[in-house]
């Protein structure tokens, strides 16, 4: 089977790494792609937005599976494009379409929908421009801290927890008046704060059956002990300590179960990831957001885990024949660290020689935001460049082989976490 994975950060290159050791897969294709997946894959100088021509190299190169890995493609409506070109119709694609994908795509959708089909969240209520003085005087009648969230893709960027009235105002008319995210702010969802530890679970459905993959904890700041600015995700660890089996079945009935006959209710045949994110409140589940595809760097903790060919996984997806599929998790614990550009998640410079990966042992390594310059050389070309990912019997353990192999790789600029998973050790204590 010929394989096309779109995409080009850590979360791709541990695709393609997974795939490439099933002897299901003839060859794999990466679209745009990174230094690191092409050493397991080729990859194509194609943007993963450009339908046309990621539809013209599909049928060059035969291709029978095409896996979208990025949100941005799918909101833009790509399974859509396939289901609807002469050429394409019968190349099978893991990926919601354009209505199943507002999911993540519209933060007002999903929020609708989580109320109609009665998932645990928070309350909240969403305002436009147009009603924005309404929105100013709910804001004001509402409990500390209130959470402010653009309704489209603002890459991660568009969430903001406002501790004073003043300071969600301020957010509030930056958004709606001034623009600050663009289209993503034209609407705004003003939601209720939960308290609790935030954890994620992924769904893999193919439309009918599902399966529930290895839960994981990522860390969103930029700063030790979770301070400063959030980014695409610092690091990540797998499996979680405060989600034990109970409270899995919990997830499970109420969130799982319900978001999947809630598809269905509205007429949507969803066939992809479902990546839940949740907040464990006192031992309830509450959902926070949805993701209509595996998160980054979770995925980085999450496949390693997975001990199943994942890409007979993903083809009994693509076929409708879950049900028949059967997945080994390991018991062992995963922990990635993030490598970043020096500046981000603001202004960074790209092209820093990347040098000690060569060197670096005992873990996986996923490159991230890595391409080659002239001289054939990785260099940096990203705010997050590689993910270090630890996997071993414990989580101390887990964490010291990731942290070691951090210190390893070297360029210009270099930063990361020293505390990831550090949270869930003293939990565990």
């Not at 690191?36 to 599909?58: M, Q, R, W």
């Not at 202004?347 to 020689?353: A, L, N």
């Amino acid at each position: 089977m010929n394989i096309l994975i779109l995409g080009s950060g850590g979360r791709e290159h541990a695709f393609a790494w997974k795939i490439a050791q099933s002897p299901l897969c003839d060859n794999l294709y990466v679209a745009p792609g990174n230094a690191g997946t092409a050493s397991v894959a080729t990859n194509l100088p194609v943007s993963y937005n450009d339908f046309k021509a990621i539809g013209e190299e599909v049928v060059a190169r035969n291709i029978e599976l095409v896996i979208v890995g990025p949100e941005e493609p799918l909101v833009n409506g790509i399974v859509d494009y396939f289901e609807t070109e002469p050429s394409l119709k019968k190349v099978k694609i893991i990926g919601p379409n354009k209505t199943g994908a507002q999911l993540e795509g519209s933060k007002d959708f999903s929020k609708q929908f989580m109320h109609k089909y009665g998932i645990p969240t928070s309350t909240s209520q969403s305002f436009t421009a147009e009603t924005l003085e309404t929105g100013v005087e709910y804001l004001e009648r509402h409990s500390l801290p209130i959470v402010l969230k653009a309704d489209g893709l603002a890459a991660g960027k568009g969430v903001i927890i406002a501790e004073k009235y003043d300071e969600a105002e301020k957010a509030f008319r930056e958004m709606l008046v001034d623009g600050k995210f663009g289209e993503a702010g034209n609407k705004v969802v003003v939601e209720q704060f939960l308290r609790g530890i935030e954890l994620s679970v992924f769904v893999l459905t193919d439309g009918e059956n599902y399966k529930i993959l290895p839960e994981a904890k990522d860390y969103k700041r930029i700063g030790e002990n979770d301070t400063g600015l959030n980014t695409g995700g610092m690091g990540a660890v797998s499996p979680v300590a405060f989600a034990d089996a109970n409270f899995l079945r919990k997830v499970e009935e109420r969130v799982v179960k319900p978001t999947l006959a809630g598809l269905k209710s509205e007429g949507i045949r969803y066939v992809g990831f479902i990546f839940i994110g949740l907040m464990n409140v006192k031992g309830d589940p509450y959902v926070i957001e949805y993701n209509v595809r595996m998160g980054d760097p979770e995925t980085e903790v999450v496949l390693p885990r997975i001990q199943s060919d994942f890409a007979m996984l993903m083809a009994a997806t693509a076929k409708g024949t879950l049900h028949d599929f059967e997945m080994n998790i390991s018991p062992q614990v995963a922990v990635t660290t993030v490598l970043v550009s020096g500046g981000y998640p603001g202004d960074y410079e790209k092209g820093k020689v990347i040098t000690g990966s060569e060197k670096v042992e005992d873990v996986y390594l996923y490159h991230a935001g890595t391409t080659f310059n002239g001289n054939t050389e990785v260099v940096t070309n990203g705010g997050r460049v590689m993910a270090l990912t630890g996997v071993a019997n414990s989580l101390e353990n887990a964490v010291h082989k990731s942290q070691r192999a951090a210190q390893v790789v070297q360029y210009e600029g270099k930063y990361f976490r020293h505390d990831i998973g550090m949270d869930l050790i003293r939990y565990n204590a």
